[in-house]
Nanobody, 124 residues
Framework: QVQLVESGGGLVQAGGSLRLSCAASGLTFSSYIMGWFRQAPGKEREFVAR????????WLADSVKGRFTISRANAKNTVSLQMNTLKPEDTAVYSCAASGDPLGGRDTRLYDYWGQGTQVTVSS
């Protein structure tokens, strides 16, 4: 049974930082593209970042480039999202996801497994 469990969310002031982590189990972690998505109230889920199976390549949404960094540790079955210079518009539930597609992508339909999500709230 595949499980993805996020942690690290919380309340932070604008300009602050948070580090999200996602622990995976029940799958061959290094065989999956890993991604982070977010969903704000009343909005559709949107792509934030993804990382290749080896960790050698990353892709970020334009809205977070220069502020967020995605990384993974295959030996620990974890993927992380370092979020700096947070803005109120970053407030959302953040979820990690695993894609068996060789390249993954920004489309949620490409992802096979999802975590429950962790709330990030940025106050102004």
């Amino acid at each position: 049974q595949v499980q993805l469990v996020e942690s690290g969310g919380g309340l932070v002031q604008a300009g602050g930082s948070l580090r999200l982590s996602c622990a995976a189990s029940g799958l061959t972690f290094s065989s999956y593209i890993m991604g982070w998505f977010r969903q704000a109230p009343g909005k559709e889920r949107e792509f934030v970042a993804r990382i290749s199976r080896s960790g050698g390549a990353t892709w970020l949404a334009d809205s977070v480039k220069g502020r967020f960094t995605i990384s993974r540790a295959n030996a620990k079955n974890t993927v992380s999202l370092q979020m700096n210079t947070l803005k109120p518009e970053d407030t959302a539930v953040y979820s990690c996801a695993a894609s068996g597609d060789p390249l993954g992508g920004r489309d949620t339909r490409l992802y096979d497994y999802w975590g429950q999500g962790t709330q990030v709230t940025v106050s102004s």
